[in-house]
C-alpha cells in the first residue's frame, strides 16, 4: 500500500487540490444563492441568455 502511495504521490496531490477547489466554488455559489447575489444583474436587455 505504501509503495503504491509513494509512486502516486504526484497524482494524489493534484486531486486534492482539485476536489479542494471545486468544493470551494460551490460553497461559494451556495454563499452567493443565499445571500441574493447571483450572476444576472437585472439588466434584461444587455442579457445575453435573454432570461429575465
Known amino acids: 500500500m505504501i509503495t503504491w502511495i509513494t509512486a502516486n504521490i504526484g497524482n494524489i496531490v493534484v486531486s486534492l487540490i482539485l476536489i479542494a477547489m471545486v468544493t470551494a466554488v460551490i460553497f ?4 452567493d444563492k443565499k445571500n ?3 450572476s444576472c444583474k437585472g439588466e434584461c ?4 441568455r435573454r432570461k429575465c
Not at 45 to 48: E, P, R
Open 28 to 31: 461559494k455559489m451556495i454563499k
Open 36 to 38: 441574493g447575489s447571483s
Open 45 to 48: 436587455k444587455s442579457c445575453k
